[in-house]
């Protein structure tokens, strides 16, 4: 069955950085696309960003563009995602997930604060 682990979150200072990482397991993890999704505190949850399965990236929000990147590694089922200059607004539980997969995992919490 399919598994996905988030983790690498925490508190952090505005401006501050923090790579959140997702462990997948039970499914041939190379031939999907994967996405980052975030919820915060009284939102929906929105996509943050995409990788296909041939490794072509894509971030969602124009106020996450040129601050997060989306990466994978496919010998050891995981993809990342690298966040810099964090802002408050960045604050929110962040998911990984199948893009279309509507199972979720825990996800990991991200507040940024001073």
């Known amino acids: 069955q399919v598994q996905l682990v988030e983790s690498g979150g925490g508190l952090v200072q505005p401006g501050g950085s923090l790579r959140l990482s997702c462990a997948a397991s039970g499914f041939t993890f190379s031939r999907y696309a994967m996405t980052w999704y975030r919820q915060a505190p009284g939102k929906e949850r929105e996509v943050v960003a995409t990788?296909?399965?041939?490794?072509?990236?894509?971030t969602h929000p124009d106020s996450v563009k040129g601050r997060f990147t989306i990466s994978r590694d496919n010998a050891k089922n995981t993809v990342y995602l690298q966040m810099n200059s964090l802002k408050p607004e960045d604050t929110a539980v962040y998911y990984c997930n199948i893009p279309g997969r509507t199972t979720w995992g825990q996800g990991t919490q991200v507040t940024v604060s001073s």
């Open positions: 990788i296909t399965s041939g490794g072509i990236t894509t």
